[in-house]
């Protein structure tokens, strides 16, 4: 069972049972690295193992969710059920996270009336007010980098805001578009943190104080080879690695053929080894040493989650600024 005593509480939803690995992965990261939290987990198609393995931890197991929404359009609901318990603090956190050590500061330590929401990788012609004009809402402030719900923070103060987000997300233009493939969807209406961007882009909140963990530093956001980037990974070894790892697009325990040697030795991997324990044997094959130079590589760093990959970050930064423009800029420095 959680801690009904403390006064944060953190939520997860997953309704795939192949993605059961990472919520057991993050709760147990939670129970190491944040032991005073409240964790509820919402999975409407709980296995019986998953039922099995909450009452050996510190977890609510709820298979009733309060929304008929599903996947990702449940966080407004879920996030305004734990403040209806009387929660004074609600952290949503995505299903394919894990903490390498104790949450930020930027997250835990702000005023009430902070939103503190998730710096995403920066995506060329991405601009905040491209999501809030199209919703008929006054633009307002915009961020150099899009703002995400996968990691976030919400106290009482953000009620309005919960509830707003939650209305769009039932507005029936979102839903058409929720029936249309990914890439014919158009940005404002691409998922929900569409509408949490147009949100935070609307004059209406303007004067709502928002906290972004900082890419890179607060949350390593694994999209690609190069969402943890290089430069990220080299400067861990002076701040630490973020705490919160993100495995974004390809998981880990479903990588097959090549894209599973990058993953064996991705930040959320190597992370996820300290807890192998908890998985079924059946679960834990992913979790195998990589073989191979990339088995030495491993062993040469230690298992470090940030130098680890470096080498493939290494492979795909120098192949996405084109070879060819870096050979005339290394002669010259040479000459």
């Not at 402030?141 to 919400?154: A, K, L, N, T």
């Not at 209406?189 to 900082?214: C, E, N, T």
């Not at 470090?304 to 970050?313: D, I, K, Q, R, V």
Request: proline residues 7%; glycine residues 6%.
């Amino acid at each position: 069972m959680s801690n009904q005593d403390s006064d944060t509480a953190v939520v997860i939803y997953e309704n795939r049972p192949n993605y059961e690995i990472g919520v057991k992965l993050l709760v147990v990261s939670l129970e190491a690295n944040f032991p005073e939290a409240s964790i509820h987990v919402f999975a409407p198609n709980a296995t019986a193992d998953l039922q099995n393995w909450v009452s050996d931890h510190r977890v609510s197991l709820h298979k009733q969710v309060p929304t008929e929404a599903t996947g990702y359009n449940v966080k407004p609901d879920v996030l305004l059920w734990a403040l209806d318990q009387g929660y004074g603090r609600a952290i949503w956190m995505d299903s394919d996270m894990i903490l390498s050590r104790s949450l930020p500061k930027v997250l835990l330590e702000q005023p009430d009336d902070v939103l503190v929401a998730s710096e995403l990788p920066g995506l060329r012609g991405s601009k905040t007010h491209d999501r809030t004009i199209p919703w008929g809402l006054e633009p307002g402030r915009s961020f150099p980098r899009d703002p995400s719900s996968c990691c976030s923070r919400v106290t009482q103060s953000h009620r309005n805001f919960l509830e707003h987000w939650r209305d769009m997300l039932r507005d029936p233009n979102y839903q058409h578009w929720q029936t249309r493939p990914g890439n014919e969807r158009p940005i404002h209406a691409k998922g929900d943190d569409s509408l949490f961007i147009a949100l935070l882009g609307a004059k209406h909140y303007q004067a709502m104080p928002v906290k972004l963990l900082r890419y890179g530093r607060d949350i390593a956001q694994c999209l690609t080879l190069r969402g943890y980037t290089v430069a990220q990974r080299v400067m861990s070894l002076i701040h630490g690695m973020p705490p919160v790892i993100h495995a974004m697009r390809v998981k880990p325990w479903l990588a097959k053929d090549s894209e599973r040697i990058y993953q064996s030795v991705s930040p959320y991997a190597c992370v996820a080894r300290r807890y192998k324990d908890v998985l079924n044997e059946t679960q834990q094959d992913w979790l195998e040493p990589p073989r191979s130079w990339v088995g030495w590589w491993y062993k040469l760093v230690r298992g470090h989650p940030a130098l680890s990959g470096l080498p493939f970050a290494v492979r795909a930064q120098v192949k996405s600024i084109g070879i060819r423009s870096v050979i005339p800029k290394v002669r010259y420095r040479l000459n």
